[in-house]
C-alpha cells in the first residue's frame, strides 16, 4: 500500500472553555485529530490517516469504505475535505 485516500469532517468546538478544531474519519473507528487550528489540522491529518491505514493493512484487517463525500456533507457535521495520506519516504 502506498496511498490511502479518505474524507474527514472538520469542524469547531469548544471545550472546557477553549476553541479545538477537529477532525473526524466517519467509519474508522477512533481516528480523528484535535489542534488550535483549522490549518493544523488539514496540515497533521494525512499522517494520521496514514497511522490508521498503514496498522490496518500490516494486521490484515481492510479498512471499510468511505462514505460517500456529498453524504457527509448533507449531514451538516462540518466542513467535508479528502485526505490523500502517502507512504512516507
Same mark, same amino acid.
Given at each position: 500500500? @502506498?496511498?490511502? %485516500?479518505?474524507?474527514?469532517?472538520?469542524? &469547531?468546538?469548544? @471545550?472546557?472553555? %477553549?476553541?479545538? #478544531?477537529? !477532525?473526524?474519519?466517519? !467509519?474508522?473507528?477512533? +481516528? #480523528?485529530? %484535535? *489542534?488550535?487550528? =483549522?490549518? &493544523?489540522?488539514?496540515?497533521? *491529518?494525512?499522517?494520521?490517516? #496514514? @497511522?490508521?491505514?498503514?496498522? +490496518?493493512? %500490516?494486521?490484515?484487517?481492510?479498512?471499510?469504505? *468511505?462514505?460517500?463525500?456529498? #453524504?457527509? @456533507?448533507?449531514?451538516?457535521? !462540518?466542513?467535508? +475535505?479528502?485526505?490523500? *495520506?502517502? =507512504?512516507?519516504?
Amino acid at each position: 500500500m @502506498e496511498n490511502f %485516500e479518505y474524507p474527514m469532517v472538520v469542524y &469547531e468546538d469548544v @471545550e472546557n472553555g %477553549e476553541r479545538v #478544531w477537529r !477532525g473526524n474519519f466517519p !467509519g474508522l473507528h477512533g +481516528c #480523528w485529530l %484535535e *489542534a488550535a487550528s =483549522k490549518e &493544523e489540522v488539514l496540515r497533521l *491529518a494525512p499522517s494520521v490517516l #496514514w @497511522e490508521y491505514a498503514s496498522a +490496518c493493512f %500490516e494486521t490484515g484487517w481492510t479498512p471499510p469504505h *468511505a462514505p460517500p463525500v456529498r #453524504w457527509l @456533507e448533507e449531514s451538516g457535521a !462540518g466542513e467535508v +475535505c479528502v485526505v490523500r *495520506a502517502k =507512504k512516507p519516504l
